[in-house]
């Protein structure tokens, strides 16, 4: 059993179902801590999935909350609407006994969602029909999205995509280093500083208002779709934290940058890290036969760019990150985020070589 935290006490300011039996940590994220929480119910086990809130990250944890009890209302809606089934195709908040959708102890703050049954996420493209069915979720998300008022969210995490913003930071971790581990990651910083160029792309556009804001994911992971086990369909887009305004070619190219990757995001043998451009087809054909007509010429042209960017602009925060003392995304050995930053500016280096045929792609309207 797990004992970082008091789980049975902690689930029991939940409305769940049944007796705590265990609760175990669960999945691979890089700043919320996920747990498997497994209670006992007329003699069958039920799973429900708890999170710790990175409070430190996300400060206000109400507005947090506020913003996925929206988002899920909605999709639940549009799932019910088409006659789906929403305990599987959307996250389903559990209440605290309060009426809350967290229950903070005064120091952590706790949320539960239902267990989706019958459904893996996974952490790597074994098969491109995964691929392209998360593509599929993800273009469809968007799609529902473009339906939904934006003005009722907050932006939790502001300027989380904006990729000057986080060249600045950048700089700033350079400046200050304070590990004193500058020295070892010279060229790591010369190829950022290099490539300073890219950082106003699609921000830019986004401020003359060439291409839209709209309501967005932020973290379109492979691993942030559920693959349903018998049919192969990507059923629910889960990890709804960074829902905020954003642009769709920061969420069709982060979902490009994880999952078109030959080795894993942290692998060390850059040898093995290749850009895959065969699995880029496969997503953008899955995205944009399900965005619909939503996707704007200018935002098509830039699906290249905005895989680019994402790809560039993770690298930069790894690389920050590595600079900081690894005090951002969590690590389990030294030089972890250093490895990570490097596979990005391979990846980013393997795209722009072939950026135009990336470009002639998406601008393909017959043969996809
Ligand atoms: P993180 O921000 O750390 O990536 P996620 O919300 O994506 O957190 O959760 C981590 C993992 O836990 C997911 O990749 C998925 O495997 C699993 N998971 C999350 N929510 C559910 C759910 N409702 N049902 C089943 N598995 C889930
Ligand atoms: C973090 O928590 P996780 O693993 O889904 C990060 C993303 C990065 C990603 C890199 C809130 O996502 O922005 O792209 O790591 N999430 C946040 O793998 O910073
Ligand atoms: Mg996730």
């Known amino acids: 059993m797990n004992t970082e935290f008091a789980f049975p006490e902690i689930a029991a300011k939940f409305t769940i179902d049944g007796e705590f039996v265990s609760c175990e940590r669960y999945g691979e994220g890089h700043i919320i801590d996920t747990f498997l929480l497994t209670a006992r119910c007329g003699g069958k086990d039920v799973r429900y999935i708890l999170q710790r809130i990175n409070h430190r990250l996300f400060r206000d944890v109400e507005k947090l909350m506020h913003n996925i009890e929206l988002v899920t209302a909605f999709c639940r809606a549009s799932v019910e609407k088409r006659g789906g089934d929403p305990m599987r195709e959307c996250l389903t908040i559990i209440p605290a006994k309060d009426g809350k959708s967290y229950y903070t102890d005064g120091k952590d703050f706790f949320r539960i969602y239902a267990f989706i049954e019958g459904a893996t996420t996974y952490q790597s493209v074994r098969d491109p029909r995964d691929f392209y069915e998360s593509a599929v979720a993800f273009g469809n998300f968007a799609n529902l999205l473009a339906g939904f008022d934006a003005s009722q969210l907050y932006e939790v995490l502001p300027d989380f995509h904006n990729t000057k913003v986080r ?202």
């Open 167 to 368: 060249y600045q930071n950048f700089l700033r971790a350079v400046e200050k280093d304070v590990c004193g581990r500058k020295q070892k990651v010279e060229k790591e910083i010369a190829w950022v500083e290099s490539h300073r160029d890219l950082c106003g792309k699609i921000v830019d556009e986004i401020a003359d208002g060439s291409i839209p804001l709209r309501v967005t994911h932020n973290d379109t992971k492979l691993n942030n779709v559920m693959i349903d086990d018998k049919t192969g369909r990507g059923i629910s887009v889960i990890d709804l934290d960074t829902v905020m305004p954003g642009s769709l070619c920061y969420d069709f190219g982060d979902s490009i940058r994880f999952g078109c990757n030959s080795a894993a995001e942290d692998e060390p043998d850059l040898s093995k890290v290749h850009f895959c451009f065969d699995l880029y087809k496969t997503y953008l054909s899955g995205y944009l036969s399900a965005v619909g007509n939503c996707i704007t010429d200018e935002e098509r042209r830039n699906l290249p760019m905005g895989a680019v960017l994402m790809t560039y602009e993770c690298g930069m925060r790894f690389l920050t990150d590595y600079l900081e003392g690894d005090v951002y995304f969590r690590t389990s050995r030294p030089g972890h985020n250093l490895d990570r930053a490097r596979t990005q500016f391979r990846l980013v280096d393997e795209m722009l070589a072939c950026y135009d045929r990336m470009l002639a792609a998406a601008e393909e309207r017959d043969e996809l």
